[in-house]
């Protein structure tokens, strides 16, 4: 029984077909910038009768809940992400199927307010709309920090930037620039710096922009430790010193903030703040030095933080020596195979770039996840060669692999943009052990977690202990792998594994206008009650 007045795909007429699943706000209905408040979350269980038709909607079967769906703030530690998700459905309905996320041409600094294009209703948007919606909390956090600091002439700022080309970033940095109040560190490995003075790289054009702005004043380093100034870092300091940091692993440029899957954490604290000022002293005194920086004890130490603003929280500075880095990673991956050992509700979420490349004891701790036949791992990484997304399904895990780049998605889905090319989708480097335990932990930062990295790159690798920073990390990375999934079900063409099946029309009409995925049975709820399934463990977990 169809509600006429709902499309097909409305819950109403498509029951949602699994235990857990995600509410983003206002990614229909309310915008670009969603409300935030008190929200009623009302779930009505939907049943078929013996011939496969829906029931009607009995509102006595409802239970309900309200939930207060803010920002994420607790105590001092602020936390956003970006949304991304060119590829999606919400994305093509706002901005279509061959939306621009920058002008034409290798434009570096441009007016965001100019138009971008139009959506298929009609609806003219610029640039500036779609990185408040790609940017999503991430980008108003950065923002919010960045005004604060332009607007307050008593305020200092000093950057870490690996990349940088956001325009609206950019042209505050130049006003901050001209009024003497920033210091900047600034990644001149090749991917950012070209010798070529006709053929310059963003950074490059920054750097002449920034030190013209700046009248000349050497407020500006270039430098890549042993391979890259990888940190993604803004320190904000008055007349008494540091007072706010914010971290994470967002770059500040167009495809950091606008197509990856990132995170950003300000930490509103002066003592966390001054161990990150003093790494900055340190790296602009010895002019970016690995050797140097490696020698310093703030290389060898581990900082912690717990208060009762600031969750315990370890951070550690690289790059590291072999011996640090070694025991660094090795806590971690250890970590990672203690929820294998736990009788029960054993858990592990991540999302990592290349879990594939380069010898770690915290990759190979993540890909032996699957061989455990109780741990519940959930995971996305990306690579060169596609996306890799570890899943319930059995008890080894499923590994799925494929770009989404050849997609071909069935009624009354729209399709989505091929982005084959634009570089990492995933760019999170997180991974979330024991969550709904009496002591989750989440490993975060601009880290790679790779050895390599670790040696060799200016980084910053957080370990927080807290139940709700989990559990924000955790419904990042449900929401990713579940994403991605059904992108790569339907991949098709030379780089896809999946091919586009169409249902037997021999399903009752409900089922029929609802569109084939709709089914009729209880079979999809079945290996949630699998001991054998790890869909089971799931519902066990989230339960």
């Known amino acids: 029984?169809?509600?006429?007045?709902?499309?097909?795909?409305?819950?109403?007429?498509?029951?949602?077909?699994?235990?857990?699943?995600?509410?983003?706000?206002?990614?229909?209905?309310?915008?670009?910038?969603?409300?935030?408040?008190?929200?009623?979350?009302?779930?009505?269980?939907?049943?078929?009768?013996?011939?496969?038709?829906?029931?009607?909607?009995?509102?006595?079967?409802?239970?309900?809940?309200?939930?207060?769906?803010?920002?994420?703030?607790?105590?001092?530690?602020?936390?956003?992400?970006?949304?991304?998700?060119?590829?999606?459905?919400?994305?093509?309905?706002?901005?279509?199927?061959?939306?621009?996320?920058?002008?034409?041409g290798k434009v570096l600094v441009f007016d965001t307010a100019q138009k971008s294009g139009t959506s298929a209703s009609g609806q003219s948007y610029t640039f500036l709309d779609e990185y408040k919606w790609l940017g999503f909390t991430a980008r108003k956090i950065i923002f919010d920090v960045l005004d604060a600091v332009l607007a307050d002439r008593t305020l200092h700022l000093d950057l870490f930037a690996y990349d940088l080309n956001e325009p609206d970033l950019i042209e505050i940095l130049l006003k901050l620039g001209r009024q003497k109040r920033v210091r900047i560190i600034l990644d001149n490995a090749a991917l950012h710096h070209s010798n070529s003075t006709s053929k310059p790289k963003h950074e490059d054009e920054f750097q002449v922009m920034f030190n013209k702005a700046s009248g000349g004043k050497p407020n500006l380093k270039r430098g890549r430790f042993g391979r890259y100034a990888h940190d993604k870092v803004f320190i904000i300091s008055n007349k008494r010193g540091a007072i706010k940091v914010l971290t994470g692993s967002t770059n500040f440029s167009v495809t950091g903030l606008y197509v990856n899957s990132n995170h950003v954490i300000v930490f509103d604290d002066p003592k966390v703040a001054g161990e990150y000022s003093a790494v900055f002293d340190e790296a602009w005194n010895d002019g970016v030095n690995r050797k140097a920086f490696t020698e310093s004890e703030l290389s060898s130490k581990t900082f912690s933080f717990s208060s009762k603003t600031v969750p315990r929280t370890e951070i550690t500075f690289a790059p590291h020596t072999a011996g640090f880095v070694g025991t660094l990673l090795g806590g971690i991956a250890a970590r990672i195979k203690a929820e294998g050992t736990k009788k029960e509700n054993g858990s592990v979420f991540f999302a990592v770039m290349q879990i594939d490349k380069g010898v770690s004891p915290v990759y190979t701790a993540l890909n032996d996840l699957h061989a455990q036949h109780k741990i519940f791992s959930y995971g996305i990484s990306d690579s060169p060669k596609g996306i890799y997304l570890y899943k319930p399904g059995s008890l080894t895990g499923l590994l799925v692999t494929g770009k989404p780049v050849n997609t071909q998605l069935p009624p009354p889905f729209n399709q989505v943009p091929n982005i084959g090319g634009v570089g990492h989708q995933i760019h999170h480097k997180f991974v979330v052990c024991g969550f709904n335990s009496d002591d989750p932990v989440v490993f975060c930062g601009s880290s790679n977690l790779a050895i390599g990295g670790e040696e060799l790159n200016g980084d910053n690798l957080l370990e927080i202990h807290d139940n709700d920073v989990a559990t924000a990390f955790v419904i990042e990375a449900l929401a990713l792998v579940d994403h991605f999934n059904f992108l790569d079900h339907y991949a098709k063409g030379p780089k896809g594994r999946g091919r586009l099946v169409r249902s037997v029309a021999n399903q009752s009409h409900a089922a029929v206008s609802a569109a084939w995925f709709l089914s009729t049975t209880d079979k999809w709820a079945q290996p949630y009650f699998d001991p054998n399934d790890l869909h089971y463990a799931a519902r066990e977990l989230f339960g």
């Open 1 to 104: 029984m169809q509600d006429p007045k709902e499309p097909p795909k409305s819950s109403i007429n498509a029951p949602i077909h699994k235990f857990q699943w995600l509410h983003v706000p206002g990614s229909v209905h309310q915008g670009i910038e969603p409300y935030l408040g008190l929200y009623t979350y009302t779930v009505t269980p939907r049943y078929f009768d013996g011939r496969n038709s829906l029931l009607p909607m009995d509102p006595k079967l409802s239970a309900a809940v309200s939930v207060s769906v803010v920002p994420f703030v607790k105590g001092a530690l602020q936390l956003g992400f970006t949304r991304g998700y060119t590829q999606s459905q919400a994305f093509v309905h706002r901005f279509g199927l061959k939306a621009r996320i920058s002008p034409n």
